[in-house]
Nanobody
Framework: QVQVAESGGGLVQDGGSLRLSCTAS????????MGWYREAPGKQRELVAT???????VYADFVKGRFTISRDPDKNTHYLQMNNLKVEDAAVYFC?????????WGQGTQVTVSS
């Protein structure tokens, strides 16, 4: 089993920045990919960014050039640095981890962007 817990959401003005953190615990050796998804009211959950154990990164088109995903293997933590946030980025952001057999989700952290 793997547990993931995220932190770092909050309220920020349009154009501002936030950094989200996600720490994994448990059977972390089984994790292949970690990343972030988001879910806005009335919309489906969507991929934001992922990073695998080799450091390969995938970004959604809507965050390229604004968000940066990174990881600290020593802390079992990965991060999402979000710059130039827009009102449309407001959502609940979920930490995600994937092994060969299972998906694991955090509880989510709210990101609110005011105009």
């Amino acid at each position: 089993q793997v547990q993931v817990a995220e932190s770092g959401g909050g309220l920020v003005q349009d154009g501002g920045s936030l950094r989200l953190s996600c720490t994994a615990s448990g059977a972390i050796f089984s994790i292949n990919v970690m990343g972030w998804y988001r879910e806005a009211p009335g919309k489906q959950r969507e991929l934001v960014a992922t990073i695998n154990t080799q450091g390969k990164i995938v970004y959604a088109d809507f965050v390229k050039g604004r968000f940066t995903i990174s990881r600290d293997p020593d802390k079992n933590t990965h991060y999402l640095q979000m710059n130039n946030l827009k009102v449309e980025d407001a959502a609940v952001y979920f930490c995600h981890a994937r092994s060969s057999f299972r998906h694991y989700w955090g509880q989510g952290t709210q990101v609110t962007v005011s105009s």
